[in-house]
């Protein structure tokens, strides 16, 4: 497959992505699901390209500068990428799982 896309930090960079057949992001992390074993997906998205891996994710989650439709599909929106808000999210989570033990 092929995707073209107007980075989220310029309007002057085009970002051009190709995939074998069969390959994707959603693919991809439906197997690492799979070969880690782990109950629940995750996914952190800004850009269209993130929406099919979005779609597959048991949680998905859109960063407060993604793009709207990014952020309509997502189940929750965190601040900004710029401001470490992923990692502070990944961290948030892994807490809070590991408090419910």
Do not use: C, W
Not at 73 to 80: L, N, Y
Not at 87 to 101: C, G, K, L, N, P
Request: aromatic letters at 4%.
């Amino acid at each position: 497959s092929v995707s073209a896309f107007t980075d989220i930090f310029g309007e002057d960079t085009g970002i051009l992505e190709l995939f074998a057949p069969g390959v994707s992001k959603a693919s991809a992390v439906q197997a690492l699901k799979s070969q880690t074993g782990a109950d629940r997906l995750i996914v952190y998205g800004d850009n269209l390209n993130d929406l099919p891996m979005m779609a597959v994710a048991d949680e998905s989650v859109a960063v407060a500068n993604a793009l709207p439709e990014v952020k309509a599909a997502a189940t929750r929106v965190i601040g900004s990428n710029t401001a470490d808000a992923v990692a502070r999210d990944i961290m948030q989570v892994y807490s809070e799982a590991h408090t419910d033990s």
